[in-house]
Every structure is written in structure tokens, then in C-alpha cells.
């Protein structure tokens, strides 16, 4: 959960990317009241508030695993 607001997450991402290179999404999501209060009604954030930050955050990042996956070379 990414706080755009401290400096600390910013670190925290450049260290990650550091460490992990191309492995780490582009995507990032934010902090958000949506995505802790949807476990709280037993559902995700895409159903709970789909129209929520966190929510098209989460299908942003779904949507950039799909875009690198379908560009990876086939490993079979």
C-alpha cells in the first residue's frame, strides 16, 4: 500500500526497484479507507467500490500483469 505523501514510500519504492529491476509493476496502490473497509463486508475492493482509487488501482496493476504476460516469450 503506497502513501504518495511520505517520504519514507517513495524510499521504499526505489529500493524495491532497485533490488527487484523489471519485476516490479509500474502500477502502485495507494492507501485507501475503501480497500480496508471491503474485507469488513467480506468482499474485495473491486466489488465493495469499484469506482474507488484503490479499486482501479488494483485493476491497472491486473490489467499490466495481463499486458506483460501476453507479451512474455512462451516458455513452453
Known amino acids: 500500500m503506497y502513501d504518495a505523501r511520505t517520504n519514507l514510500a517513495a524510499q521504499v519504492v526505489h529500493e524495491v526497484k532497485e533490488y527487484f529491476g523489471g519485476e516490479v509493476l509500474e ?13 469488513s463486508y467480506q468482499q474485495s475492493v473491486i466489488t465493495y467500490a469499484r469506482d474507488s482509487t484503490g479499486a482501479l488501482a488494483y485493476l491497472e496493476a491486473a490489467a ?3 499486458q506483460r504476460a501476453s507479451s512474455a516469450p512462451f516458455a513452453g
Open 27 to 39: 502500477s502502485k496502490i495507494p492507501r485507501s479507507v475503501r480497500i480496508a473497509e471491503a474485507p
Open 64 to 66: 499490466e500483469i495481463v
